[in-house]
């Protein structure tokens, strides 16, 4: 996931892609100052095997066939 983190003394967002087994940024990587995590993005998708297949099939022109 993409963590989002504020520095506490410079205002400075910082994202950043961790494991969530990864320990949380504390501190600032432009002035050292401690930060707080703002929030997390989970990009996530799922495709439905009949329907995506379709979907792709229908879009193709087989000609010659």
């Known amino acids: ?3 989002t983190y504020r520095c506490n003394t410079c205002k ?3 994202e950043v892609n961790q494991s969530i087994h ?3 940024l504390s501190h ?3 002035c050292n ?3 707080n995590e703002l929030s997390r ?3 996530a998708f799922n495709l439905k095997a009949p329907a995506f297949i ?3 099939v229908n879009n ?3 000609s010659g066939f």
Do not use: N
Request: hydrophobic share 40%; aromatic share 12%.
């Open 54 to 56: 379709a979907q792709i």
């Open 60 to 62: 193709f022109s087989f």
């Open 41 to 43: 993005q989970i990009l």
């Open 22 to 24: 990864d320990i949380p």
């Open 28 to 30: 600032c990587l432009k």
């Open 1 to 3: 996931p993409t963590y």
């Open 33 to 35: 100052g401690e930060t």
């Open 12 to 14: 400075e967002l910082t």
